[in-house]
């Protein structure tokens, strides 16, 4: 029978990480309050709803963590890792280009789809459903294919993907996050067998765990799990500081008073920055006392 129990090798860092992602919804997302957009601050709806999915990728990581399943707490960082780089890349933005560029990827993605769908039917029209009208559905795909890219036409956006691997060279930093987050994540994203030999478990001395073994679903991994954590608080700590940077440098009005109050008090930015830094410190102290 599956082990329920909670995994967590240091409760104290997930219940950290916990508390911050709260205060993040609450004091900077404003979780349940109207929030009106006028004038240029389309970069500020966009980055305010990456950022509450960030939120939720980093709640649904921690969960896993809890639970002793880092391989699938892996693949949420690594989404978390994405959705940081959009955060990064359109809170550093200077004429409202690369959040207009990032508005429009879904069209961009429409456009592959749609034509992929269209090989796949051509590819297997043999295997085709008699009920599936192949000429109908062609057609409606070229329709959605011109639409789209008369739309990208039309605002002057290039039809191509933002790639992760793009986004990802903004810095060092990032660059090399996406290099170790992709090479290993891919491993177990696509089961590699040097990561699914963690579910076989040794029974009987003399024989390894790939002669005779039981399925061992609760098995854990201290290393694993440090590394899926620190993914996705550096994850959490970049996209807040790519946004409190841009409020502080750029618009350091909304920390000011108005008729309705202030939008953003900045205690509540300084208080989040801090506690994660706290929260770094805590991993690397946690870490140094395995090695030690």
């Known amino acids: 029978m ?13 219940d950290m990480l916990k508390a911050i992602i709260n205060d993040i919804a609450e004091n900077i997302l404003k979780e349940g309050q109207p929030i009106v957009i006028v ?6 709806r966009e980055v305010l709803s990456l950022f ?6 980093c709640d649904s990581c921690i969960l896993l963590l809890e639970n002793g399943m880092e391989q699938e707490a892996y693949l949420l960082a690594r989404s978390q890792f994405n959705n940081m780089l959009w955060i990064k890349y359109i809170c550093s933005d200077t004429d409202n280009e690369k959040v207009k560029e990032y508005f429009y990827q879904s069209h961009i993605s429409q456009i592959r789809n749609s034509s ?14 008699e009920r599936f009208d192949k000429e109908s559905m062609m057609l409606s795909l070229d329709s959605s294919i011109e639409e789209n890219k008369e739309i990208l036409r039309r605002e002057n956006i290039p039809n191509k993907v933002k790639t992760v691997a793009e986004l990802s060279r903004q810095d060092g ?17 696509h089961s590699e067998i040097s990561k699914t030999k963690k579910y076989r478990k040794k029974v009987i001395d003399g ?19 440090f590394t899926v954590f ?14 409190y940077e ?9 920390f000011d008073e108005s008729p309705n109050g202030k939008i953003y008090l900045r205690e509540s930015f300084e208080q989040i920055h801090l506690k994660l830094f706290c929260c770094m410190q805590m991993i690397e102290k946690a870490e140094q006392n395995i090695e030690e």
Request: hydrophobic residues 35%.
């Open 2 to 14: 599956r082990n329920n129990q909670t995994a967590s090798f240091y409760p104290n860092l997930t």
């Open 39 to 44: 004038g240029d601050y389309s970069w500020y």
């Open 52 to 57: 509450a999915k960030q939120v939720n990728l």
């Open 116 to 129: 992929s769908f269209k090989k796949m039917l051509e590819d297997f029209e043999g295997e085709l459903d």
């Open 173 to 189: 930093t990032a660059f090399g996050m996406y290099i170790t987050l992709y090479n290993e994540g891919s491993k177990f994203e």
């Open 207 to 225: 024989y390894t765990e790939d002669q005779v073994f039981t399925i061992d679903l609760g098995s854990s991994n201290k290393d694993e799990w």
């Open 230 to 243: 620190r993914y996705s608080l550096m994850c959490v700590f970049f996209a807040f500081s790519s946004l």
């Open 246 to 254: 841009r409020i502080k440098t750029r618009e350091n009005h909304l």
